[in-house]
Structure formats: structure tokens, C-alpha cells
């Protein structure tokens, strides 16, 4: 099991910037998948972006794409979602995730496939 803890949420206006951090620790994570899903009040969790925490291969929703950008730190074992461009839309909570790749490099992207969850943090953007 990983235990993951999210860190870098809060409020910011249309257009801004947040960098989301995830502190993975528990195990050796060079064969497993790192993610980051949200979910907005009424609706469901939904993917946003994952990254093969050995080969480095990104995964993003259409949504996010050119918007978002997941990166990792093998020493430090953290997985960061830089957040530009903000839209009101992307108020959610946001969680990182953990679970074992399928594939050699490859990326996951369904909630079922991620057996690890940190506790979420919210990010609110005003209009």
C-alpha cells in the first residue's frame, strides 16, 4: 500500500496558476502509476492526468491538455499537477493516486485501476 498526501490547493481567480504536490511513501513506486483525478460536487470522480512514475509517460484528459502538466521527482518521491490557465470549471476536489502499471511505461487512466488514494484537496476558481 501507498500512502499518499496531497498538499497545495485553494482559491484563485479565472486564468490563474496552482501546483498541486502528492508525497508518496510505503513503497518502491518504480513500477507503478501515478495519478491525479477530481471530483466536483454532484458529479463523479474523473480522470485528469497520470504519469508512468519510472518511464516518465503522460496521460492527459482533453480538458486539461495544454493546461496541465504532471511531473515527478523520482528523489524527493512526489508527483506534482502544475494547473495554468484555470477555469471555473476545474473546481473540484483534487486526489492523487497510486497503482500498478499493465504495461512496461505504460499510463492508467480509470479510478478502478488505483488501489492508493490520498485524502484530496480542494481547488476553487472564482470568474
Known amino acids: 500500500q501507498v500512502q499518499l498526501v496531497e498538499s497545495g490547493g485553494g482559491l484563485v481567480q479565472a486564468g490563474g496558476s496552482l501546483r498541486l504536490s502528492c508525497a508518496a511513501s510505503?513503497?518502491?513506486?518504480?513500477?507503478?502509476?501515478m495519478g491525479w483525478f477530481r471530483q466536483a460536487p454532484g458529479k463523479e470522480r474523473e480522470f485528469v492526468a497520470a504519469?508512468?512514475?519510472?518511464?516518465?509517460?503522460?496521460n492527459y484528459a482533453d480538458y486539461v491538455k495544454g493546461r496541465f502538466t504532471i511531473s515527478r521527482d523520482i528523489d524527493a518521491n512526489t508527483v506534482t499537477l502544475q494547473m495554468n490557465g484555470l477555469k471555473p470549471e476545474d473546481t473540484a476536489v483534487y486526489f492523487c493516486?497510486?497503482?500498478?502499471?499493465?504495461?512496461?511505461?505504460?499510463?492508467?487512466?480509470?479510478?478502478?485501476?488505483?488501489?492508493?488514494w490520498g485524502q484530496g484537496t480542494q481547488v476553487t476558481v472564482s470568474s
Open positions: 504519469i508512468n512514475w519510472w518511464y516518465g509517460t503522460t
Open positions: 493516486a497510486a497503482g500498478p502499471q499493465k504495461y512496461t511505461g505504460s499510463t492508467r487512466t480509470e479510478a478502478a485501476d488505483f488501489g492508493s
Open positions: 510505503g513503497r518502491t513506486l518504480s513500477t507503478y502509476v
